[in-house]
């Protein structure tokens, strides 16, 4: 990462962030962060390779999931949650872009830029997110804390069920207001099943207090809900539930899962030695 791009978009207090998160994270649904190193120019994160690529690449490929690929990787995006929401830390960045596949076809949690540790019983005010997944707390400064998460989780089971986010505009603006609309205007495909829909709808609640998962019983609420049904959570943390799709991994080091980047036509960016980076 260029630390002088960094400065310039003023993310050095996110970036600090994700060191600190990612770094202390133990849990098999986020992608573990091992070791960072920093240089006059750069910042360098050396994170577990998670070889099957981007989930968004898969359902761009596919169209989209049925329901039984789209419970596994909720499923897994699930506890995640359950164990960054239990130390107080909000994701805020929740789509398929950002979970990662490794070579069981196990989903991890990964790009912590705007995860954040709240105080418990605290509210933070950054806007922040992807256009498509934010609450509409966030989008009427409200203030927000981890039932955020639990509105951008329904997002997702759409999406992952559609191939398209419920909420989408010609652009933000645009999709700020059909958020603010409510889910109950959206129209429901009928490949949805109908207990995979009352999910959606109780995790897209307007009020964040009452969406499933910020009540009493907690994220437990979720899991017990109808569309989980016969899921084996014990077999999923265990890891000896078999992924509805399995990735083609030739080597440590095969890369085919990925799309290709254009190589970074800008010369070597300035040097950064102003210290803000010091704890990195």
Known sequence: MKKSQIVETRQQQHIMSEKEIMGEANCEFIVKLYKTFKDRKYLYMLMESCLGGELWTILRDKGHFDDSTTRFYTACVIEAFDYLHSR???????????????VSGYVKLVDF?????????????TFCGTPEYVAPEV?????????A?????GVLMFELLTGTPPFTGADP????????????????????????????????RDNPAERLGYQKGGISEIQKHKWFDGFNWEGLRMRTLTPPIIPKVRSVTDTSNF??????????????????DADF
């Open 173 to 204: 603006m645009k999709t700020y207001n059909i958020i603010l609309k409510g889910i109950d205007a959206i129209e429901f495909p009928r490949n949805i099943t109908r207990n995979a829909t009352y999910l959606i709808k109780k995790l897209c």
């Open 113 to 125: 830029g705007f995860a954040k540790k709240l105080q418990h019983g605290r509210k933070t005010w």
């Open 139 to 147: 989008i009427l400064n409200r203030g927000h804390d981890i039932s």
């Open 259 to 276: 799309d290709e980047y254009p190589p970074d036509a800008d010369g070597p960016p300035a040097d950064d030695l102003t210290g803000w």
């Open 149 to 153: 998460d639990y509105w951008s989780l």
């Open 88 to 102: 107080n830390i909000i994701y805020r960045d929740l789509k398929p872009e950002n979970l990662l596949l490794d």
